[in-house]
C-alpha cells in the first residue's frame, strides 16, 4: 500500500459549523436501511476525506476504501464524528487538515437538514415549480451562503476536470483577473477547471486585500465522489440531485464563466441556454462567457456549431465566446454584472437570490439516467427550444453518470450501453461532438482508456 493509500482512525471535534444534533437525526445518519441516512452520508464524507487523490470514478472509490466507516458520536458537549480506515492524505501529523474538518461538518449539515426539513417536511411541495425554488433558497440559506447587503459578485464557473495543464492554468489566470476586480468565485468545488479559476482569484483577492472572498463549491451526492472538493472551497453545500444543484448555480451566480470541459460542462451550458431561451426570460440580462486557452479554440468551435445546428441562432445569441483573452474575459464579466445589478434594482429583486428567473418544471424534475428513460429522450425538434434544451442537457446527465457515477457504472455493467435515439441532425450533431471529447481525452481522467457508456442509434 502507497502512502496515499495509507489509512487512519480518527475522532473529530467540529470547527465551529455544527456541534449539536437530536437522537432522532443520530439514529437516521447510523441508519444503514435502504431508507437510512448512513449510505449518503458516508459516500460525501468518504469523498470530502479523499481530496487531492485525483480519481474520477465513483465506483473506484467506494471499492478502493469499502472498509471506511464513519459514526457520529454523541456527547453532553456535542457531537463528534468517529471515522475508521480514512484516507491519510486528509490528516497532518494524525489531525485532519481544517477545510477538510468544514466540509465534513458542511456534508452533515446538509444532508440532516436536507431530510428533515425538505424531504419529509409536507411544507415543500417539489411537484411544482416554486415548490423546488422554495427548497433550494432554504437549503442554501441553511447552509449560510447568502451574502445579504452586498453588491451583486458572484462569477459561476464551470468547466471540465479533465483539462490540459494549459487549460487549468488558463482558468487560474481568469480567476485571478476576476478576483483583483473584488469579484467572489462559485464552481462545482472539484478538481480542474473547477480548482484553478478559484486558486487563481485568492491571489487577485490577496492582492487587493479582500479578507472575506467567497469560494462556494456546489455539488451534489451522486458526482461528490468523482469531484472530490478541492481545499479552496470556504463555502460547500452538498444538494439533493443535479437539477437542484444546477439551479443552486443560476440562481445565486451573476454571470456565468465556462471553460473547456466534457459531457458534465456541456449538460450545463444547455440547462443556463434553456433557462434564457425561454420567453418569460428574453429581457433578463445574464452574461455568459465561453472561454479558454488558443489551443480550445476548436473545442468552442464543436460547441458552438452544435448548439447552432440543435437549438438555433437564437441560443447562440445567448453567449460570447472569447479566447486567449483574460483581462477581457474579466471586464466582460465586470459590465454584465453592473447590467444585473441595475436589472434586479429596478425589480427590486435581491442581489443574492434571482428570484426573477423563470424556470419551469421541467428543468427541475429529477432526471434518472436509466436505460430506459435514456432510449425515450424526445430528442427532435417539433417542440418549443427551450423544451429541446432541456432534453439534451438529460442526455448529458446520463452520460456523466455512467462514465462516473457509482450507480451508473454499476447499470452500464449490469444492462449494456446506454442508447440515444433522436431525429437524425440532432444526433448527428450529438455524435459528432461526444466523439470529440473522447478525441481530445474530455471524457475522464485519461489515466485509462475511456470506453463509451453509450450508443447513438442513428
Known sequence: ????????????????????????????????????????????????????????DGKELLERY????????????????????????????????????????????????????????????????????????????????????????????????????????????????????????CTGCGPGAMKGPMKGATIGHAKQRIAMGQYLGITEPGIIAAESPNPIVNDLVIMPDIEKRLEAFVRTGHAIVVFPGGVGTAEEILFILGLLLHPDNNDLPYPVILTGPKDSADYFKGIDAFIGATLGNSAQQRYQIIIDDPVLVAREAVAGI???????????????????????????????????????????????????????????????????????IRSIEEHGLFEIRGEKSITDALDGLLASFVAQQRMKLPTKEYKPCYRIIK
Open 66 to 185: 469499502e472498509s471506511f466507516e464513519i459514526r457520529v458520536v454523541q456527547q453532553q458537549r456535542g457531537i463528534k464524528l468517529a471515522v475508521n480506515k480514512a484516507p491519510a492524505s486528509a490528516f497532518v501529523d494524525g489531525k485532519i487538515i481544517r477545510g477538510i474538518n468544514e466540509h465534513l461538518f458542511a456534508v452533515l449539515r446538509d444532508v440532516v437538514y436536507i431530510s428533515d426539513e425538505i424531504t419529509d417536511n409536507p411544507h415543500y411541495d417539489i411537484n411544482t415549480s416554486d415548490g423546488v425554488t422554495n427548497a433550494v433558497f432554504h437549503i442554501l440559506r441553511n447552509a449560510n451562503i447568502l451574502r445579504p447587503m452586498t453588491n451583486p459578485r458572484l462569477v459561476v464557473c464551470w468547466g471540465g476536470h479533465s483539462i490540459s495543464r494549459q487549460e487549468y492554468d488558463y482558468s487560474k489566470e481568469v480567476g485571478y483577473q476576476l478576483g483583483l476586480r473584488g469579484l467572489d468565485i
Open 1 to 56: 500500500m502507497n502512502k496515499a493509500e495509507e489509512l487512519v482512525d480518527a475522532r473529530i471535534t467540529p470547527a465551529g459549523r455544527l456541534d449539536v444534533l437530536s437522537k432522532y437525526e443520530v439514529n437516521k445518519l447510523l441508519d444503514k436501511s435502504q431508507g437510512g441516512l448512513y449510505n449518503v452520508f458516508r459516500n460525501c464524507c468518504l469523498a470530502v476525506l479523499n481530496c487531492g487523490n485525483h480519481m474520477d
Open 338 to 408: 453592473e447590467k444585473v445589478k441595475q436589472f434586479r434594482k429596478d425589480l427590486s429583486d435581491a442581489y443574492y437570490f434571482n428570484w426573477v428567473l423563470k424556470i419551469e418544471h421541467e428543468f427541475q424534475r429529477p432526471f434518472t439516467p436509466t436505460h430506459d428513460n435514456m432510449r425515450h429522450l424526445e430528442l427532435h425538434k417539433n417542440q418549443e427550444v427551450h423544451l429541446l434544451a432541456a432534453h439534451l442537457r438529460r442526455a448529458f446527465s446520463g452520460i456523466v453518470s455512467g462514465n462516473v457515477k457509482d450507480e451508473g
